[in-house]
């Protein structure tokens, strides 16, 4: 059932940020992921301070510089629709369209896709699990077959947002504001390692709001993409899933950046790959390569093994498709 709590919808950011610094108050953006997590007692808040009428957070404008500002409360479905994104940065259009269901998509934000919770059984269930402050994480020796094959430390979950590993490939970075300052924070460094710590997703603080995220202007020669298998061609988080964003320089590529998702806690960075392919063409012997490195140094737990050849299978059909 889900427990009672204060309900502030303000209508601007100074208002939205005023009360965070008054009150240990949760942002409610589209409540897509918050209201299941109150709902099951993953955490509890006396208060949740809505953005939903705070319009100066919403819609997709050009940046002076030439890239794209996305307003936080920017929902997945505009995201997927926008020919800009479409247009060049293909990696962002592919993973709205395959977040979720489109009723999902409809009420869910950028920002709320990018600070959701992690989708693991124990975390959710009624398992007093590392994440929740108890003292182990009960996938490590239990049911793992969708947890991580990198950087578990303490907790093995997955990242469960797609759009995250295609900021990240990017180069986007978040505006955050807090009641008494604004800093940016790139997507790729958004995320909080267990290793860190195991109980924040993210690096922001309480009192801290995305404001908007930003996506650099595409270089020349960019070519961006996000796939990810999923266990059923319905609505369904990544099994695995690779995010690239390629600079080519006629056929050689000049720099690359790659991201994994359902590979590790945070959207995985894999430079063992943007070391193989930089500066080569992607023939048949770099692409087999770059397949390999994918997963060098995985550490794949008792029942996730699977996703060894599954990220080698999907990096390798993702490079051919990027060559052209
Ligand atoms: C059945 C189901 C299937 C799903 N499948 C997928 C999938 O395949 N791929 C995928 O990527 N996602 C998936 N999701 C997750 C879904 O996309 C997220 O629930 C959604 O994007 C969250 O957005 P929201 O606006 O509803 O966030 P909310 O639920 O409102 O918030 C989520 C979290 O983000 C925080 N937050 C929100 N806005 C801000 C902000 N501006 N600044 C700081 N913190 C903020 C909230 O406090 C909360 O902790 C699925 C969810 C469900 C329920």
Known sequence: MLPKFSYIQPTSLPEALAILE???????????DLIGCLRDGVFATDTLVSLGAVSELRGITASADGG??????????????????????????????????????????????????PRCWYYRGDFDCIRKGGEICYAYSGENQYHCIFGGDMCYIVHPSDTAPALAALGAVCRVSSPTA??????????????????RETVLDDDEIITEVILPRAPAGLRSSYRKVRSRAAWDFAVVGVALAVVFDGDTVRSARVFLSGAAPVPWRSKAVEDVITGKTLDNATISAAAEASVAGAEPLSENGYKIELFKGLMTEQLETISG
């Open 22 to 32: 008054d009150k240990d108050a949760r942002i409610h953006a589209g409540g897509s």
């Open 182 to 199: 604004s800093r940016s924070v790139s997507v790729d460094a958004l995320h909080m390692p267990p290793a860190e710590d195991p109980q």
């Open 68 to 117: 794209l500002k996305i307003g936080a409360m920017t929902t997945i479905s505009e995201i997927a629709d926008s020919e800009a994104i479409g247009a060049s940065y293909t990696a962002l259009a592919d993973a709205a369209k395959v977040v979720a269901s489109p009723q999902l998509r409809n009420q869910g934000t950028i920002a709320g896709n990018l600070c959701q919770k």
